[in-house]
C-alpha cells in the first residue's frame, strides 16, 4: 500500500496548461503502474494516462493524445501530468491511482482542475 499525495490543480484559462503531480509514499515495489484518472461533472471516471514502473511505458487514451503527457521520477517516486491545450470539456477531478501487481489500488485525495474563462 503506497499513501498519494498529489499537487498542481487549480483555475486556468482554455488553452492553458497544468502540469499535475503525484507523489508515492509507503512500500513501492508492489506497484506495477501509476495512473491518472478523472471525473467531470455529472461523468464517470475515465482513465486519463498510465506508466509502468518497471520500464516506463506509458499509454494516453486516445482523446488526450498530443495533449496530455505522463512522466515519471524514479528518484523521488512522482509521476506527473503535464496537460496543455486545456479545453473547458477537461475540468474535472483528477485523481492519481497505484495499480499494484496483486490489483490492490491506492487512490490519492483527488484535485479540481476547473478550465475556464
Known amino acids: 500500500q503506497v499513501q498519494l499525495v498529489e499537487s498542481g490543480g487549480g483555475l486556468v484559462q482554455p488553452g492553458g496548461s497544468l502540469t499535475l503531480s503525484c507523489e508515492a509514499c509507503g512500500f513501492f515495489a508492489t506497484v506495477y503502474s501509476m495512473n491518472w484518472y478523472r471525473q467531470g461533472p455529472g461523468k464517470q471516471r475515465e482513465l486519463v494516462a498510465s506508466?509502468?514502473?518497471?520500464?516506463?511505458?506509458?499509454n494516453n487514451v486516445n482523446f488526450e493524445k498530443g495533449r496530455f503527457t505522463i512522466s515519471r521520477d524514479n528518484a523521488e517516486n512522482t509521476v506527473y501530468l503535464q496537460m496543455n491545450s486545456l479545453r473547458t470539456e477537461d475540468t474535472a477531478v483528477y485523481y492519481c491511482?497505484?495499480?499494484?501487481?496483486?490489483?490492490?489500488?491506492?487512490w490519492g485525495q483527488g484535485n479540481q482542475d476547473t478550465i475556464s474563462s
Open positions: 491511482n497505484a495499480y499494484h501487481y496483486n490489483s490492490h489500488e491506492d
Open positions: 506508466i509502468t514502473t518497471e520500464k516506463n511505458f506509458t
